[in-house]
């Protein structure tokens, strides 16, 4: 069964002059799987991500999860913003608290999860100081336990890692494989923009290439190869360089 549909999705910012930035985008993500969509700057994935996200409604296409067409926000699915989007006047256990802001758990029970959460991000100690004294890795890693907190099953990622230097970045994502592969964090899929093919390689199972604006799927690919992956690895440059080939055809 899907759980993300995508289906002939096109979106204008201005309909009264031709300015369309998606022309036509049709994808389906399946469960247990983790998708990265890849384009060049301004194709408009951060826009396909928030039609995705119910904030924002196609022109014309219709999103589905899981059979139901999606047409505002759902709890179901939840947000990983790349600049962290933290509350910087709240704790960090405030600003994970934040993703259960529409829960019905008493204050006890979301205070306990979080905490628990933040644990489990490697950030103990952290649960009462603000996001100010935090690293950029830190910073994402308060940003992914708010998106996780409410057991969402598809989390939406909008270029998690870009923000961050590239040895923090490296880290975060062996983590976020270690936990979705190990089940700590449980969702059924997960769908990833990024403009980096590198990253595209380590972490999906699947990868749509979006062409520049107004934007389509030039191809879709499957990749497959064990977790976790060594860009060492045989093969791993070839799946890299075939994405910047595709990417700039
Ligand atoms: P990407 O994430 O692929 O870089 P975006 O979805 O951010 O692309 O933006 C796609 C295009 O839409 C860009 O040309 C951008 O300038 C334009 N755009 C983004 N947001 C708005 C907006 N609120 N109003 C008008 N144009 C916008």
Redesign the pocket.
């Known amino acids: 069964m899907n759980v993300i549909d995508v289906r002939d999705v096109q979106f204008y ?2 309909t009264s002059k031709d ?1 369309r ?2 022309d036509d985008i049709r994808f389906t993500v399946k469960e247990n799987e983790f998708v990265s969509v890849i ?12 039609i995705i996200a119910g904030l924002i409604r196609p022109n014309s296409g219709k999103v589905f999860y899981k059979g139901r067409e999606i047409a505002y926000p759902i709890p179901e699915i939840s947000f990983v913003f790349q600049d962290f989007a933290l509350m910087p006047w709240l704790t960090n256990v405030e600003n994970v608290k934040l993703g259960l802001s529409m829960s019905k758990m008493d204050d006890d029970r979301k205070e306990k999860l979080a905490r628990k959460l933040l644990d489990q991000f490697g950030l103990k100690g952290f649960e009462d100081s603000h996001p100010n004294v935090l690293s950029g890795g830190m910073k994402q890693r308060v940003g992914i336990a708010r998106a996780v907190v409410s057991n969402p099953r598809v989390i939406l990622m ?2 998690p890692f870009s923000a961050l230097d590239e040895l923090t970045a490296e880290e975060l994502r062996g983590d976020i494989v270690r936990m979705l592969k190990s089940k700590k964090i449980s969702v059924d899929c997960v769908i990833m ?1 990024t ?1 980096n093919a590198e990253e595209a390689v380590e972490l999906s199972d699947k990868v749509v290439v ?1 062409s520049d ?1 107004p ?1 389509h799927v030039k191809a879709i690919d499957s990749i497959h190869m064990k977790y976790p992956r060594d860009r060492h690895k045989k093969g791993y440059q070839n799946l890299v360089d075939d994405l910047y080939e595709k990417l700039e055809r």
């Open positions: 910012y201005d300015a930035i998606i384009g060049p700057s301004g194709c408009g994935k951060s826009t396909l991500l928030r909008d270029e923009v403009h979006l604006k934007s």
